[in-house]
């Protein structure tokens, strides 16, 4: 019995074979060598599998409890880094993000722009006076003409006529009126020797008399049919411009009467100075002071500005728009600003020594008044305000405000006092 030297168990070896070893030659040493080591060689390799198979379960099990323990872990940390992130957002959500802007201290003086009507200094329609044909026109729509230029010509041969027998009617008053005078004077001197009764001198006289004021009849109705001879030839009356022509040559002209309207020859606008009528808002009516001058300007020309002077006002506020109405004189030797053109007259309004001003959209109209938003630290505080004049995009604050409050751009209709707020940079206005 002997241990294998490859396996390390113990060989069972038959006793012949244990005495040949005990007797055996030193000299075959070196063959017995080889020949174990050649049965060592060949015999069947057994592995401790018992020890190894008892411990792989428990490396498994223990490997997969490890990697349970990790998810676990893992999903604790990414739940809580969830629930984080969603406080935090909720709590960024209940924070409204804001625009502040801070009111100009010292208001300076600022102007209201108001629309005005613009009209020709003078406006008028040239009419006929007498009845007939136009026989020729010299001006024509568009045409600047200057005081007494001639304008048409009206071919009248029925007044022509009337002239005529009227002048007839006054040569033959002034020969009525001759030979009376002749006679009165003739009756004088017999009166004189008595050879004539004085009632018969009397009635000379009186014919005298008479025919005398037929010669001035006959004359005022010459006069009269010359003056309506006269119209046949139309002047303008002013510097202006021709607006409208109404007629052509041939066409019938009527003076009309008070059963037949009148028909306009042409229409003539004195455009060297302009009217612009403006209604002024009753609480800016204690700027408007005659004198003045006014910056006008015109959506047409955006690069101009003109310099028109305040001439009067009605001096009374109109019941039905509250706005006092003024009248504007603006010069246009140039022709530049046409009658009625859109234009706008910008009406300077001096503000009070300490008032602000703030944006339109930073206030909050609510049941206790015109308040705005001043944010203090992170919390909203809904201060009242009083406003002067208003300015379009902007207000005039004279109380409730300091310069350095700041105050909530476009607020929200649910802001509420001591809201949790935000300020986001960038956007002051």
Do not use: C
């Given at each position: 019995?002997?241990?294998?030297?490859?396996?390390?168990?113990?060989?069972?070896?038959?006793?012949?074979?244990?005495?040949m070893d005990e007797h055996h030659?030193?000299?075959?040493?070196?063959?017995?060598?080889?020949?174990?080591?050649?049965?060592?060689?060949?015999?069947?390799?057994?592995?401790?599998?018992?020890?190894?198979?008892?411990?792989?379960?428990?490396?498994?099990?223990?490997?997969?409890?490890?990697?349970?323990?990790?998810?676990?872990?893992?999903?604790?940390?990414?739940?809580?880094?969830?629930?984080?992130?969603?406080?935090?957002?909720?709590?960024?959500?209940?924070?409204?993000?804001?625009?502040?802007?801070?009111?100009?201290?010292?208001?300076?003086?600022?102007?209201?722009?108001?629309?005005?009507?613009?009209?020709?200094?003078?406006?008028?329609?040239?009419?006929?006076?007498?009845?007939?044909?136009?026989?020729?026109?010299?001006?024509?729509?568009?045409?600047?003409?200057?005081?007494?230029?001639?304008?048409?010509?009206?071919?009248?041969?029925?007044?022509?006529?009337?002239?005529?027998?009227?002048?007839?009617?006054?040569?033959?008053?002034?020969?009525?009126?001759?030979?009376?005078?002749?006679?009165?004077?003739?009756?004088?001197?017999?009166?004189?020797?008595?050879?004539?009764?004085?009632?018969?001198?009397?009635?000379?006289?009186?014919?005298?008399?008479?025919?005398?004021?037929?010669?001035?009849?006959?004359?005022?109705?010459?006069?009269?049919?010359?003056?309506?001879?006269?119209?046949?030839?139309?002047?303008?009356?002013?510097?202006?411009?021709?607006?409208?022509?109404?007629?052509?040559?041939?066409?019938?002209?009527?003076?009309?009467?008070?059963n037949t309207p009148h028909s306009?020859?042409?229409?003539?606008?004195?455009?060297?100075?302009?009217?612009?009528?403006?209604?002024?808002?009753?609480?800016?009516?204690?700027?408007?002071?005659?004198?003045?001058?006014?910056?006008?300007?015109?959506?047409?020309?955006?690069?101009?500005?003109?310099?028109?002077?305040?001439?009067?006002?009605?001096?009374?506020?109109?019941?039905?728009?509250?706005?006092?109405?003024?009248?504007?004189?603006?010069?246009?030797?140039?022709?530049?600003?046409?009658?009625?053109?859109y234009a706008f007259v910008h009406?300077?309004?001096?503000?009070?020594?300490?008032?602000?001003?703030?944006?339109?959209?930073?206030?909050?109209?609510?049941?206790?008044?015109?308040?705005?938003?001043?944010?203090?630290?992170?919390?909203?505080?809904?201060?009242?305000?009083?406003?002067?004049?208003?300015?379009?995009?902007?207000?005039?604050?004279?109380?409730?405000?300091?310069?350095?409050?700041?105050?909530?751009?476009?607020?929200?209709?649910?802001?509420?006092?001591?809201?949790?707020?935000?300020?986001?940079?960038?956007?002051?206005?």
């Amino acid at each position: 019995m002997h241990k294998d030297s490859v396996t390390g168990e113990t060989v069972q070896g038959t006793k012949s074979e244990d005495m040949m070893d005990e007797h055996h030659d030193p000299h075959d040493t070196n063959e017995t060598f080889h020949d174990e080591a050649t049965r060592a060689h060949d015999a069947p390799v057994r592995i401790d599998t018992e020890a190894r198979l008892g411990r792989g379960p428990f490396l498994i099990v223990g490997l997969v409890l490890v990697l349970v323990v990790v998810f676990v872990l893992v999903g604790i940390h990414s739940r809580a880094s969830a629930e984080n992130k969603l406080q935090h957002d909720t709590v960024a959500a209940s924070v409204d993000p804001v625009f502040v802007t801070s009111p100009s201290g010292g208001a300076k003086a600022q102007e209201i722009k108001l629309p005005a009507n613009t009209q020709a200094f003078i406006d008028t329609p040239i009419y006929s006076r007498t009845n007939g044909y136009l026989l020729k026109w010299y001006a024509d729509i568009g045409t600047s003409v200057r005081k007494g230029q001639l304008l048409a010509v009206i071919q009248t041969p029925e007044v022509d006529q009337q002239v005529a027998q009227a002048k007839a009617d006054v040569a033959t008053a002034e020969s009525n009126v001759q030979i009376a005078e002749i006679t009165a004077n003739r009756w004088k001197t017999l009166l004189a020797k008595n050879a004539v009764s004085k009632q018969e001198t009397d009635q000379a006289l009186s014919d005298f008399t008479a025919r005398q004021s037929a010669l001035n009849s006959a004359k005022a109705n010459l006069s009269r049919l010359e003056q309506l001879q006269g119209f046949e030839r139309i002047y303008a009356p002013f510097d202006g411009v021709v607006t409208a022509r109404n007629v052509d040559i041939g066409s019938l002209v009527q003076a009309g009467d008070s059963n037949t309207p009148h028909s306009e020859l042409f229409h003539m606008s004195a455009v060297g100075t302009l009217r612009l009528f403006v209604p002024v808002p009753e609480v800016y009516a204690g700027a408007v002071h005659n004198g003045a001058k006014v910056a006008v300007t015109s959506d047409a020309f955006p690069n101009d500005k003109f310099e028109g002077t305040i001439v009067r006002n009605s001096n009374t506020i109109d019941s039905s728009s509250r706005t006092l109405n003024v009248e504007v004189d603006l010069p246009n030797s140039t022709h530049k600003m046409l009658p009625g053109q859109y234009a706008f007259v910008h009406i300077p309004i001096p503000s009070g020594t300490s008032s602000m001003t703030l944006p339109s959209n930073a206030l909050l109209f609510r049941a206790e008044g015109l308040q705005v938003g001043v944010v203090q630290g992170d919390r909203v505080h809904l201060t009242p305000v009083t406003i002067g004049h208003d300015y379009g995009a902007t207000v005039e604050i004279t109380a409730g405000l300091r310069p350095t409050d700041k105050v909530v751009l476009n607020p929200s209709d649910s802001l509420a006092e001591g809201a949790h707020v935000h300020v986001e940079q960038g956007k002051d206005q």
